[in-house]
């Protein structure tokens, strides 16, 4: 089984910075992409940041500039550092592992993290 462990929520002012971190435990061989989603009250989950294997970085409008991702394919890690917070950034942040193989020729997985919460309030 894989798993994925998160860590770094918690409460932060509006202008002010929080990083995430995320590790994927397990049998692994290969993920094809990281990232973080969000979710917030009454609202459909959200991509937030995804970073393939190749380094290839895709983020939503929202953060662009203010976000940055981060990962460490050796260490089956990704990071997120948020800066410039704003209230709107408030949700729960999941970590989630896309195309997971656990041996080579496996068909890939996609994997959930718990989830973190995040909020941005003065």
């Known amino acids: 089984q894989v798993q994925l462990v998160e860590s770094g929520g918690g409460s932060v002012q509006p202008g002010g910075s929080l990083r995430l971190s995320c590790e994927a435990s397990?049998?692994?061989?290969?993920?094809?992409?990281m990232g973080w989603y969000r979710q917030s009250p009454g609202s459909e989950r959200e991509q937030v940041a995804m970073v393939s294997s190749g380094g290839a970085i895709n983020y939503a409008d929202s953060v662009k500039g203010r976000f940055t991702i981060s990962r460490d394919n050796a260490k089956n890690t990704v990071s997120l550092q948020m800066n410039r917070m704003k209230p709107e950034d408030t949700a729960v942040y999941y970590c989630?592992?896309?195309?997971?193989?656990?041996?080579?020729?496996?068909?890939?997985?996609?994997?959930w993290g718990q989830g973190t919460q995040v909020t941005v309030s003065s």
């Open positions: 989630v592992a896309s195309g997971v193989r656990r041996e080579l020729g496996q068909m890939g997985y996609d994997y």
């Open positions: 397990g049998i692994i061989f290969y993920i094809n992409a």
